[in-house]
Structure formats: C-alpha cells, structure tokens
C-alpha cells in the first residue's frame, strides 16, 4: 500500500531531505513527525476512514503533509485547482460529499462562499494564518498526541483519491484510485526511470494535477528522493500572486544550479518558455539527467529548440488522470523518435484497437487503451459510461495512436473535445454549457486554435439572440464570474449561425 511505500523510504532515509521549499528543508524523519501528528489532528476533528478532504492549495509543503496525512487515516484526499472559481469548486465540494477543506488565507473566502450554499457542515482548516471559524493549520499539527492516530498495518483497499477529469459529458467526471493504484503508479514510474536517493525532482507544474502528483510527489517521497518545490512569487503582504511562466523562469535555472536538479518534469509551454532563454544568459543545467514533458503533445519545433539551447533531449511522456503515467520515451538517443512517447511503462500494457474493438497490427491507426494495477476501477456515478471506458480490464483512453514495429507509441489525436491551454486540459462541453446561461446567447461552439508558441487557445464561437445586442466585454465579465481564469475563451467571435452538417453536427473544424 502507498502509505507502507512512504513509511519505507522514512526508515531507510530519515536524515536525507524530503523537501525544499525556498528556504526550508525537512528531513524525511521530520516529515513522517508532521504527517503522524497532521494524521491526529484530522482524527480530532472527526475525520475517519472514507471521509473525503478537499485540498485547494498551490503547490506547498502543507500539500505534502496533507497527502500522506489523509492517507494515514485510510480518508480520501480531493486536490482541485487553486485556480476554481466558487462554482467549479462548489459542485466538485458537493459530489464528492467533502467533510473538510485545506486552504490558505487567500482562498479562504471563496471556498467559504463555495460551502455556503450546502446544507451540511464543513470543516475548513487554513494553512498560513489564523482566521475566525477555522482551524488553523499548524495547531492540528502540534497540539495533539499521536499515539492513537498509526494505522500504518491496516490494508485498506477504498477509495484514496478523488480527482475529476474533463469529458463528453460536459460536467467533469469524478476519478476514483485507491492507495494500491498509486502504489503501483509509483512503483512502475521509478522502475522505468530508475529513480534513486540521490535524485532532487523539481515541481514547476501543479501538484494537484495527475502529472505533479504521480511525476513529482509520488516520484520523490515514495523513493527516498528530493522533492524541491517552486515557491510563488509573494506581493508585499506576503499574498501569493500567479505570474506568467516566463517571470519564474530565472528562478527555475538557479535552482536546478544550486540544487542540482537531476529530473525535471514540466509540459511544453514551460519547455518553450525555457527554451526561449536569451543566448547570452549563461546557464548551467549539468545536473539534469531526465527532462520529460506531459500534458499535451510535445512539438518537434519546442524538442528542436531545447536541444539546441541547452544540448538536452526532452522525453515524451503520455499519462492520463485515470491511470497516471502511461508511457516515456527512455532511449538513449530520443531525437529520431522525439514524436514518440516511448515504451510503455514497467507493468503497464498498451494496445491500438479498431471501432470493432479488435487489436490491430503495428502501424494501424486505432483507440489507444491500456491495462495497468494504477488503473481507476471506473468513475463515480457512472454506470453507462464506466461500461463503454472500461472494457475486460483496459480502460478505452479516446486517444489516437498507432505503434511502430518496435511497439513505440505514438499519440496522433483524440477523440475527446479536450483544449490544452498552457499545461490545462479545458472540456469544450463545460464551457459551451456555462455560456448557454447568459440571457443574450442562443448558441455557443467553444474549440481550441493553435497557439503562438505552444498548446491552444480557446476560442468560442456565438450566435446571439434575435434583437440582442451584446458585446465581447459582456461574455468575459460573465465568464469572469463563472469560471477559472484559464478557462475563459481568449477569442471570441459572433456570427450569424453555426455551420452544421444535413444531419446536425455541427462543424467544429469550420470554426477553427
């Protein structure tokens, strides 16, 4: 089991550091001391075994105490993005009947005003300062003994993690893990890769993405390894603020220096952003060993550009929320198959099939779909989708791909209406359903266009009611109210009606 995993490397690395953070280090033995005492102040606010905990958090220790914590007590963890507005955090508070929420001062009130429309009471515990009719964060962590709160022997095999995944329902779908997929996720991943203890990952990209978590938390403290953490970027009142990439870029250098970073996860926009450092800045990453990217095709433009900066491959990896990593291209020479993800991972198998379902042979385009112990056994709540995804133990991806004659995967498309804006995967369906409700709107198409540099940019598509004047201003005053900053269209276009096929699909590839 994960926790098992975890408690492993503490016996057999206490004195090495988990974590880097700034200016602070902990140790693995004074980690375990903050997950142990964390665990029996949960435990004395009446959170159990099967209780759900929100944690709405940007990437921080606290996230790290929380994780292992709420593993501890056989509870569910639910990291959603900092980033959600009250509704987006309202309904995934709601589905997943949370009995607590982890937060920080900043995001304290919309996560009050996201609970205050349900009927039941919620624990709210912040993590960086004392506040009125919360918990403060750190006295759960010293006030209370923890001699009643160990249940490192029990195997336990419900739910551990919730995280919701973006589909074709338009709402997203509520993935459930438990502890032993995790294990295994970790567990192949560092096989693959071979990570040791002397390896120091660095975490540019969120944790509580399936990416951040399996690739950068899971990757360090299940093997004894550094995790150093990228801190943000603080106003004068020592408030948190999101900066574009690029500003943290002369901080991502210095500390794959200073700390000798040996692997480095990240997703294209942050490899382009890197890539694009001015030539006559001098810059030392002679520690890496391993630089992946996830999240969204990697462009040979991007891989072309990082190699010629800094003289290092950057290494496809394919993964997905339902399962984690997948797949990552190893080899010791990448550039020929710099647009393949690689070989699946340890333990993890992968086929390409037809509409009929039937295997097809090397070179044939079909579905990818995959077969792995780090598997979700299905989504919440849905019984007919769980039945077309989940098929005599594979999980049908929607992903496009065809293997080459050595059994490399290449990813070719999908056929989820899935945008990736920035690292972000965007459900079209959600937007198109949230700007349906403005009064002025009789129809809304939202697709994703190529981005200057990498990923897509969300566009939507308008038709406006008879006699209803509106304009651009309008829409994004209302997305602004309605959803997370990256998700709000950049591009918005009115016209006159939607072209649509004899039978009435729509035609999206028209409106790109």
Same mark, same amino acid.
């Given at each position: 089991?994960?926790?098992?995993?975890?408690?492993?490397?503490?016996?057999?690395?206490p004195?090495?550091t988990a974590?880097?953070?700034?200016?602070?280090?902990i140790?693995?033995?004074?980690?375990?001391s903050?997950?142990?005492r964390l665990?029996a102040?949960l435990?004395?606010?009446?959170i159990t075994?099967?209780?759900?905990?929100?944690?709405?958090?940007?990437?921080?220790?606290e996230?790290?105490?929380?994780f292992?914590?709420?593993?501890?007590?056989?509870?569910?963890i639910?990291?959603?993005?900092?980033l959600?507005?009250?509704?987006?955090?309202?309904?995934?508070?709601?589905d997943?009947?949370a009995?607590?929420i982890i937060?920080?001062?900043?995001r304290?009130?919309?996560?009050?005003?996201?609970i205050a429309?349900?009927?039941r009471?919620?624990?709210i515990?912040?993590v960086?300062?004392?506040?009125?009719?919360?918990?403060?964060f750190?006295d759960?962590v010293?006030?209370?003994?923890?001699?009643?709160?160990?249940?490192?022997d029990t195997?336990?095999?419900?739910?551990?993690l919730y995280?919701?995944s973006?589909g074709?329902t338009?709402?997203?779908?509520r993935v459930?893990?438990?502890?032993?997929?995790?294990?295994h996720?970790a567990?192949?991943?560092?096989q693959t890769t071979?990570?040791?203890p002397n390896?120091?990952i660095?975490?540019?990209?969120?944790l509580y993405?399936?990416h951040?978590?399996?690739?950068?938390?899971?990757?360090?403290?299940?093997n004894g390894?550094?995790?150093?953490i990228?801190?943000p970027?603080l106003?004068k009142?020592g408030?948190?603020?999101?900066?574009?990439?690029v500003?943290?870029?002369p901080r991502i250098?210095?500390?794959?220096k200073?700390e000798k970073?040996t692997?480095?996860?990240?997703?294209?926009y942050i490899?382009?952003?890197?890539? +694009?450092?001015?030539a006559?800045?001098s810059v030392?990453l002679?520690s890496l060993r391993l630089?992946?990217?996830?999240?969204?095709?990697?462009?040979?433009?991007?891989?072309?550009?990082?190699?010629?900066?800094?003289?290092?491959p950057?290494?496809?990896?394919?993964?997905?929320?339902?399962?984690g990593?997948?797949a990552?291209n190893? +080899?010791?020479?990448?550039v020929?198959?710099r647009?393949?993800?690689g070989?699946?991972l340890k333990?993890?198998?992968?086929?390409?099939?037809?509409?009929?379902?039937?295997?097809?042979?090397?070179g044939?385009?079909g579905?990818?779909?995959?077969?792995?112990?780090?598997l979700?056994?299905?989504?919440?709540n849905q019984p007919?989708?769980?039945?077309?995804a989940?098929?005599?133990?594979?999980f049908?991806t929607g992903?496009?791909?065809?293997?080459?004659h050595?059994?490399?995967?290449?990813?070719?498309?999908?056929?989820k209406?899935?945008?990736?804006?920035?690292?972000?995967?965007?459900d079209?369906?959600?937007?198109?359903?949230?700007?349906?409700k403005?009064?002025?709107?009789?129809?809304?198409v939202?697709?994703?266009?190529?981005? +200057?540099?990498?990923?897509?940019l969300?566009?939507?598509?308008?038709v406006?009611?008879?006699?209803e004047?509106? +304009?651009?201003?309008e829409?994004?005053?209302?997305?602004k109210t309605?959803?997370a900053e990256?998700?709000?269209?950049?591009?918005?276009?009115?016209?006159?009606?939607?072209?649509?096929?004899?039978?009435g699909?729509?035609?999206r590839k028209?409106?790109v």
């Amino acid at each position: 089991m994960l926790a098992h995993l975890f408690k492993k490397a503490v016996k057999r690395f206490p004195k090495q550091t988990a974590i880097v953070y700034d200016q602070l280090q902990i140790s693995y033995q004074e980690l375990d001391s903050k997950v142990e005492r964390l665990s029996a102040g949960l435990s004395s606010l009446g959170i159990t075994q099967g209780n759900c905990i929100a944690v709405v958090l940007p990437n921080c220790p606290e996230f790290v105490f929380s994780f292992y914590a709420i593993a501890q007590l056989n509870a569910i963890i639910l990291p959603l993005n900092h980033l959600f507005k009250e509704e987006e955090l309202s309904y995934c508070i709601e589905d997943s009947q949370a009995k607590a929420i982890i937060t920080d001062y900043k995001r304290l009130e919309i996560c009050t005003r996201a609970i205050a429309k349900l009927n039941r009471e919620i624990e709210i515990i912040v993590v960086d300062r004392v506040a009125s009719q919360t918990h403060f964060f750190y006295d759960l962590v010293t006030k209370v003994s923890t001699s009643a709160t160990s249940q490192s022997d029990t195997v336990f095999g419900g739910n551990f993690l919730y995280q919701y995944s973006s589909g074709s329902t338009g709402k997203p779908k509520r993935v459930c893990r438990t502890q032993d997929n995790l294990y295994h996720e970790a567990k192949n991943f560092a096989q693959t890769t071979q990570i040791t203890p002397n390896d120091k990952i660095l975490c540019a990209v969120p944790l509580y993405h399936s990416h951040g978590l399996g690739n950068c938390l899971l990757a360090a403290t299940c093997n004894g390894a550094t995790l150093v953490i990228l801190e943000p970027v603080l106003q004068k009142d020592g408030t948190p603020v999101e900066v574009p990439f690029v500003f943290r870029r002369p901080r991502i250098l210095s500390l794959i220096k200073t700390e000798k970073i040996t692997i480095f996860p990240g997703v294209p926009y942050i490899f382009n952003t890197m890539a +694009e450092t001015p030539a006559d800045q001098s810059v030392d990453l002679s520690s890496l060993r391993l630089c992946f990217s996830a999240g969204n095709f990697l462009s040979e433009e991007i891989f072309d550009k990082f190699l010629a900066r800094f003289n290092l491959p950057i290494r496809q990896l394919y993964g997905c929320t339902e399962a984690g990593a997948i797949a990552i291209n190893s +080899e010791i020479y990448p550039v020929p198959t710099r647009t393949s993800v690689g070989f699946p991972l340890k333990n993890v198998e992968i086929k390409i099939i037809d509409e009929a379902e039937n295997e097809l042979p090397d070179g044939m385009i079909g579905e990818i779909v995959i077969k792995s112990l780090s598997l979700t056994s299905g989504y919440a709540n849905q019984p007919e989708l769980n039945q077309q995804a989940f098929k005599n133990s594979y999980f049908l991806t929607g992903d496009i791909g065809k293997k080459d004659h050595t059994g490399r995967l290449y990813v070719t498309g999908r056929k989820k209406l899935l945008i990736d804006t920035g690292g972000r995967k965007v459900d079209s369906l959600e937007i198109e359903e949230i700007l349906m409700k403005h009064p002025k709107i009789q129809e809304a198409v939202v697709v994703g266009v190529k981005g +200057e540099y990498a990923g897509e940019l969300i566009k939507a598509v308008l038709v406006k009611k008879p006699q209803e004047p509106c +304009e651009y201003s309008e829409i994004i005053s209302f997305c602004k109210t309605q959803m997370a900053e990256f998700k709000i269209p950049k591009i918005i276009e009115f016209r006159p009606e939607i072209p649509k096929s004899p039978l009435g699909k729509i035609l999206r590839k028209e409106l790109v």
